[in-house]
Structure formats: structure tokens, C-alpha cells
């Protein structure tokens, strides 16, 4: 059996990240940088107004209060090029270009507002308020990596820098197809024996926590032909593919047989638990395939175990897992030696620590649980029992 840092780097290894695109900036959130970023220019590109107030010369203010007539106004954005010469003010507003001339900002709050001549109450040093060139950002200056995801911020930044469009790693597109005749979409009434099908719902969702673009197919039967045709039907649109069931033991287990003997996909055990069997290749040579486990629980913890730092390495990112914290248990857990469980637990953050409960519930099927989790009690296949009070690390669920 592979231990799960084995078999992610089995994955890993045959993966490579997706080609670089470029997007227009807002379709580029929440993708990863694939070039460095810089700014053509100064930012800010001129010296400017900190506030709304009055552009002055700091010598006039020596003996406040001083009355000075207001020469000119200078709204933002305003391309006149205005200047006052001592004696004068001008009645600047914040992002304004400061006019020469001037070498202090007195804010109004420190004046009387007037609109002719003005009467400032207190002195300001040369410089108050003033914005200066290139504070922010030295023209030529790196201000994104390539590498650097690309949130909000980051976006901002590239604006800011007078970017329409970045070259990026685009999200991969994951298609999520689920296997079996029991299943139904929700919504349709059951009949006995049925159930509606939770995975390829809860994976589409998973795929865009972790920054993919899902494709959610309805379930497929446990048809061979019909299976291996919607895989087919995956290789020009996806950078990935997901199904879910028909991996283990039983005589109906169609993803396995479908894809098992031509050398595309590997069907492994893995040493965890939940989510044993496993498989993983790449479909026609290509696009990557997961075939994850059919209990709901264990196809969610696999994805969040492999898919999901899969993904991330498609985007240009490290392979990484969700992020973990130390967390004391509140209860005694046993664990079976040699396998790698992952336990449904709720973490709380008190007394400047994390405390975790585990689930009662921590069947495979018992889905309830892990909607109601918060973390993923991480117990390592060498550790068979954990008294109460121990501490465990615990995998953060995205929420
Ligand atoms: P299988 O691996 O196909 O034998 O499925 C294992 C268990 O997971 C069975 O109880 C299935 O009914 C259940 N299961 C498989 N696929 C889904 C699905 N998409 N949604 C909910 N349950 C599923
Ligand atoms: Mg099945």
C-alpha cells in the first residue's frame, strides 16, 4: 500500500503546470501570475495633496494665523498647470498635482475654507501632506511576481500599474462526473433503492474552493459504454477530470473497469482512511484523471487530500494541502495501525488556543458529519490511540 504523501507525489510527478493565457485583469482574480509585473511610471506619478485643504508656501506660515488670497483651485485630475508664488495659496483636493511653488499642504480642517483668501490658523512644516513621486512605487520597480496568485489586492496593484490584461495560469477547468445506477439528481423523487447523488455537487463546489472551474456532468449509470464515452467526450475541454464511485471491490466497480489494463489509470490502495482506493493517470496521455472513492465523505477527502494540491501545482503553485493547525482534542481517539485517518472534528478558537471535537459520526457514508466539520483531525498511521487532552494537527476545511 502507498502512504498519501506517496501517492500525491506519484500525481505530482506526472503533472505538469497548465500554459500561460492572457486575461483581461478582472477575468485574471483568481488566477496565478505567470510573468513579472512592473510599473512603466512613478507611482504616484506626480507629487500630490494627502488632503483637501490649501497648497501654500511653509514660510508664509510663520505667524499664524495668516490670511493669504487663494490664486487658483485644483481638483484631481486637473492637467493646467497651475503655480502660486509666496503670498498666495491654492485651494487643492486630495490627488491633486501639487502646483510649483508650493512646498506645504495645510488641510482645511485647519482653516476657514475660503474660497477668495483664506485664513490658516497653525503653521506646517515643508512637505505636510504632501504625496511625494514615487513613494508608493519606483518607476521600473517589480510590484507581482510571476508565481503570485491574484486576488484583490493584487489586481489593485496591476491597475494601479496601468495593466488592462496579465499573463496568467488560467483556473484549471475539472470536470466532475459521477458513477452509479442508484443515482438520481435532487430534485426527482426516489424510488427504493435510489439515492440523489451529493458528490458531483459537493465536488464541483470543491473544485472552485480550490481555484478551479468546475463542470459538474450528471451521473453516468454504471454502463461501460456509457462511462467511457463521457470520458471521451472530456478530452478537448478539461485540464482534469473527476469521477467519483465505482472504484473498489464490487462487481459493478465500471470507472475501474472501464479504465483498468490499457496502463491510463493506476488503482492503488492507499494507507488512509477514509479513502483507500484510489486511482490516478492521465487519460488518452493527457488530461489528468482522478477516480476518487464513491462514499461521499471519502470522495471529499481525497479531493482535499489530492486533488486540490493537484490543482494548485496546474496553476503554477506548490502542491500544497489545506493549511493545518495544532488543536488539543477534547476526546480519546483510537486509530487502526498503519493507515492514515482523517477524522471529522469542530475546532473552536479559545483561551489563545484551538480545541477540536471530534464527530461522533465518522462513517464514510455519514455525511451530516462532515457538513458539520470544521477540520480534518489528522491521526498518522503510527498512532493507534491519542488520550484526551493530546494535541493533534487538524486540516482547516475551507468554509
Ligand atoms: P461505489 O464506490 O460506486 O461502490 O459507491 C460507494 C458508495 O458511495 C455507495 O453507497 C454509493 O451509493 C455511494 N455513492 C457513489 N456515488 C455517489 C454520489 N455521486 N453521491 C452520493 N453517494 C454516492
Ligand atoms: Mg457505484
Redesign the pocket.
Known amino acids: 500500500m502507498r502512504t498519501v504523501p506517496e501517492h500525491l507525489a506519484a500525481i505530482v510527478a506526472r503533472l505538469s503546470p497548465l500554459p500561460p493565457v492572457r486575461l483581461p485583469l478582472l477575468e485574471a482574480a483568481g488566477t496565478v501570475l505567470a510573468e513579472d509585473v512592473s510599473s512603466p511610471v512613478d507611482l504616484p506619478p506626480f507629487d500630490n495633496s494627502a488632503m483637501d485643504g490649501y497648497a501654500v508656501c511653509a514660510s508664509d506660515l510663520a505667524t499664524p494665523p495668516v490670511t493669504l488670497p487663494v490664486a487658483t483651485d485644483i481638483p484631481a485630475g486637473d492637467a493646467a498647470a497651475h503655480g502660486i508664488r509666496p503670498g498666495q495659496a491654492a485651494r487643492i483636493m486630495t490627488g491633486a498635482p501639487l502646483p510649483p511653488g508650493a512646498d506645504t499642504v495645510v488641510p482645511v480642517e485647519w482653516t476657514d475654507g475660503g474660497a477668495h483668501e483664506v485664513r490658516i490658523d497653525r503653521g506646517a512644516p515643508v512637505g505636510n501632506y504632501i504625496r511625494r513621486a514615487g513613494e508608493d512605487v519606483r518607476r521600473g520597480a517589480t510590484v507581482l511576481a510571476a508565481g503570485t496568485p491574484l486576488g484583490a489586492a493584487q489586481l489593485g496593484i496591476a491597475a494601479s500599474a496601468g495593466r488592462p490584461d496579465l499573463l496568467v495560469r488560467p483556473r484549471p477547468r475539472v470536470t466532475v462526473l459521477?458513477?452509479?445506477d442508484?443515482?438520481r439528481p435532487p430534485g426527482v423523487p426516489l424510488e427504493h433503492g435510489q439515492?440523489w447523488?451529493?458528490?458531483?455537487f459537493m465536488l464541483a463546489a470543491a473544485v472552485a474552493e480550490a481555484g478551479g472551474a468546475a463542470t459538474r456532468r450528471s451521473?453516468v449509470g454504471d454502463d461501460p459504454a456509457k462511462v467511457r464515452a463521457a470520458l471521451d467526450a472530456e478530452l478537448e475541454g478539461a485540464d482534469a477530470v473527476i469521477t467519483?464511485?465505482?472504484?473498489?471491490m464490487?462487481a459493478y466497480?465500471v470507472v475501474k473497469a472501464v479504465l483498468s489494463g490499457g496502463g491510463e489509470v493506476e488503482f492503488e490502495k492507499v494507507a488512509m482512511r477514509p479513502g483507500k482506493p484510489q486511482g490516478f493517470g492521465l487519460l488518452d496521455g493527457r488530461v489528468p484523471i482522478f477516480t476518487l472513492?464513491?462514499?461521499?465523505v471519502s470522495a471529499y477527502v481525497s479531493f482535499q487530500v489530492f486533488v486540490r494540491p493537484a490543482l494548485r501545482y496546474l496553476q503554477g503553485l506548490p502542491a500544497e494541502g489545506l493549511p493545518t493547525v495544532t488543536a488539543v482534542c477534547e476526546s480519546a481517539l483510537t486509530s487502526p495501525e498503519g493507515v492514515q485517518q482523517y477524522l471529522r472534528g469542530v475546532l473552536a478558537f479559545t483561551g489563545g488556543g484551538y480545541r477540536v471535537r471530534p464527530a461522533t459520526a465518522q462513517g464514510s457514508?455519514q455525511m451530516a458529519a462532515l457538513a458539520a466539520a470544521s477540520g480534518l483531525i489528522v491521526v498518522p498511521a503510527e498512532v493507534t490511540e491519542l488520550p484526551a487532552g493530546a494535541e493533534v494537527e487538524v486540516l482547516r476545511l475551507p468554509s
Not at 472513492?293 to 461521499?296: K, V
Open positions: 459521477s458513477t452509479g442508484e443515482l439515492i447523488d451529493s458528490n458531483s451521473f467519483t464511485g465505482g472504484v473498489s464490487g466497480d472513492p464513491g462514499n461521499p457514508h
